[in-house]
């Protein structure tokens, strides 16, 4: 082979190593490009608004479009703007005190109610006659008040008792202090510290919460409360009227008071329904909400065949439909629960 002739295999050698690096390098881009382009979709779809669908299939309704960024130049806003407010949506500006208003406000050995003294109603106004209420003063919220007499009815209807006496109801924190020292004076502190909440720590102070106990007319009698076999029923079905037994036994690590059965609280519908199905106790539901923010997946509850959506809203970025009915409660923590009753 001629020297010509070797250089010129040489240059054919060197192109063909060219065209091979050429067309890996090609390969090597095309794949890299479709990665990126598959990863920006599935972060598209991570930040969609809303759930889309309710429990049963159907297409959310119109107002819940998705997000479209506006021109305008914003105002110098008050609270911090949640951004890219969907269509159909707007931001609400609620107060500190809203925090601390709802049926969902925590209460606990943590967590005070501070000192707002909510609206209520005495329950002996306005209660029907399948039940008692300890004397004329004692008072619940407005709603409280409606499911009570739902519940008690329906329990009077189902097993012919009527003897439930509603012992205790809102509490002041001036009763509250009263209570606590006396138990300590009289049962220790031991004791106080196991089933008496401190002033401000009480779920009493939000007309929320009712103590149930049963009276004997004749002999005027006090029989407690158990929850246990005619009362079962009581028990059992609270929470169909919205009201759940706050204190269960195997919660008490978590709600910090030993079991009470005969503590009620009023947390509505449908609330009560899925701290029922999921096991939950209040501390913990409230946990377990901050997981469907409105930026993220949504709550879908069907219950009694209605169709419900609940998400929460970090306190300051409340967002609630434009249009249509919703309710809001305040956690007493850091944030609120949005209720949406679907058509
Ligand atoms: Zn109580």
């Not at 009527?162 to 300590?184: K, P």
Request: hydrophobic residues 40%; glycine residues 8%; aromatic residues 10%.
């Amino acid at each position: 082979m001629t020297s010509q002739q070797q250089k010129r295999r040489n240059v054919r050698r060197r192109i063909f190593y060219l065209k091979r690096a050429a067309a890996l390098g090609t390969v090597i881009l095309l794949t890299g490009i479709l990665a990126l382009l598959l990863l920006s979709c599935m972060a598209d779809k991570s930040t969609e608004p809303a759930a889309q669908k309710t429990q049963a299939g159907q297409p959310r309704p119109a107002n819940a479009a998705m997000p479209v960024s506006r021109g305008e130049a914003p105002a110098a806003p008050t609270v911090p703007t949640v951004q890219n407010v969907p269509d159909g949506w707007k931001q609400i500006d609620l107060s500190e005190s809203a925090l601390r208003e709802g049926t969902l406000v925590l209460v606990n050995n943590q967590i005070a109610f501070d000192d707002s003294i909510p609206e209520t109603v005495t329950v002996y106004d306005q209660k029907d006659g399948s039940y008692l209420v300890k004397d004329i003063y004692l008072s619940v919220t407005q709603e409280t008040m409606d499911a009570l007499n739902e519940w008690m009815d329906a329990f009077a209807a189902e097993t012919g008792i009527r003897d439930v006496n509603i012992v205790a109801g809102w509490r002041s924190f001036q009763d509250q202090t009263g209570l606590y020292e006396n138990a300590v004076s009289n049962r220790g502190q031991a004791y106080a510290d196991a089933y008496i909440a401190l002033p401000g720590h009480s779920e009493h102070h939000t007309g929320l919460a009712v103590d149930l106990d049963t009276y004997d007319v004749e002999s005027g009698a006090s029989g407690g409360f158990d929850g246990e076999e005619d009362y079962a029923w009581a028990v059992e079905h609270a929470w169909e009227f919205g009201f759940i037994q706050r204190y269960p036994e195997a919660k008490s690590e978590i709600t910090g008071i030993n079991f009470e059965s005969w503590h009620f609280r009023y947390v509505g519908l449908p609330h009560a329904y899925v701290m029922r199905s999921e096991n939950l106790c209040l501390e913990e539901y409230i946990d377990y909400l901050r997981g469907y923010p409105f930026s993220g997946r949504h709550l879908n509850v069907t219950c009694f065949d209605n169709n419900y959506e609940i998400y929460f809203c970090p306190k300051d970025q409340v967002v609630v439909p434009s249009s249509g009915d919703y309710r809001v409660s305040g956690n007493n923590v850091d944030g609120f629960i949005v209720v949406i009753e679907l058509p």
